[in-house]
């Protein structure tokens, strides 16, 4: 048991080296990729703040509180949301997929670890960029209080993998059907509002925000963030992190029900 456990980790260990390596060879194609995500949710509390406009609070978000959430929510983003689906899609399509099906590790173990691994490294190549957001936006950050628990941490691991789970699931779409590409610029429509990316999801008319409670988006950055400035009392957060293993697991075994009927269509087209 324990020599099992230890050869997979070993493996684990060798597959995140290399594609954390992987990153480090497109260093400038990475901080291109990372400035795309980064730069509309270091404006946003420049838009916000002009908003305010002498009020106190929008939303139940004080302007000090509003440039905190964009400040946290693009930094956990960097972690948690995975765009994986792109590369399994094409992976597929282009008939790469087949090569994994041979190897010792599974696709899935693979990419899990590939995307933690590209994961890790944006949130180290964001670091530089968030202390200048941190300095620009500083007379605004001086009351502010962070929530460093084990709700935090445990929501934020949580969030990583519900994200995965979402991504893996629709890149395995392309087992099926010869073009999901449209699918995935319309899954960015709902994803992008109701994981709170855009605009905190408190701000949201109440029926909004109750549809976003029963989707996956809000329990991929949203809650992480709520947690960990405070906003969110310990027990409404332990209900947000059973949603997201509840998530978590459900599209886990959407995935391999994909996996299974999906083989079953893949001819391995383009080796």
């Known amino acids: ?9 070993r493996k684990s260990k060798a597959v995140f080296s290399i594609y954390f390596q ?5 260093r400038a194609q990475a901080v291109i990729w990372i400035l795309t995500d980064v730069v509309p949710a270091l404006v946003m509390p420049l838009v916000w703040l002009s908003a305010y406009n002498g009020r106190s609070a929008i939303g139940g978000y004080t302007p000090g509180e509003m440039v905190l959430y964009y400040l946290c929510m693009v930094t ?5 949301v ?13 008939g790469q997929f087949s090569v994994y099906l041979v190897r010792p590790f599974s696709y899935f173990q693979t990419t899990l670890i590939r995307n933690l691994a590209w994961r890790v490294f944006r949130l180290l190549v964001f670091v530089p960029m968030l202390a200048l957001a941190v300095w620009i936006y500083a007379p605004h950050l001086t009351h502010a209080r962070f929530e460093w628990g084990p709700t935090f941490w445990l929501s934020l691991v949580m969030g990583h993998l519900v994200s995965f789970m979402l991504s ?8 099926f059907f010869q073009e999901v590409f449209s699918v995935y610029n319309i899954y960015y429509i709902p994803m992008l509002f109701l994981s709170g990316q855009l605009v905190p999801i ?28 405070g906003r ?19 599209l886990y075994l959407l995935a391999k029900l994909f996996w299974r009927k999906g083989l079953l269509y893949y001819t391995g087209v383009g080796m």
């Open 168 to 175: 893996y699931a629709l890149g395995l779409l392309a087992l």
């Open 232 to 250: 969110v009392p310990d027990t409404v957060a332990w209900q947000g992190i059973g949603m997201q293993v509840a998530w978590t697991v459900s």
């Open 22 to 26: 992987d990153s480090l060879a497109y």
């Open 1 to 9: 048991m324990w020599r099992r456990i230890r050869l997979w980790w």
């Open 202 to 229: 408190g701000v949201f008319p109440e029926w909004l925000q109750a549809l976003s409670r029963y989707m996956p988006f809000q329990y991929t950055v949203a809650l992480p963030t709520e947690v960990f400035m």
């Open 76 to 80: 956990f983003t960097n972690f948690v």
């Open 82 to 94: 995975a765009h994986l689906m792109w590369d399994v899609a094409m992976e597929i399509k282009e």
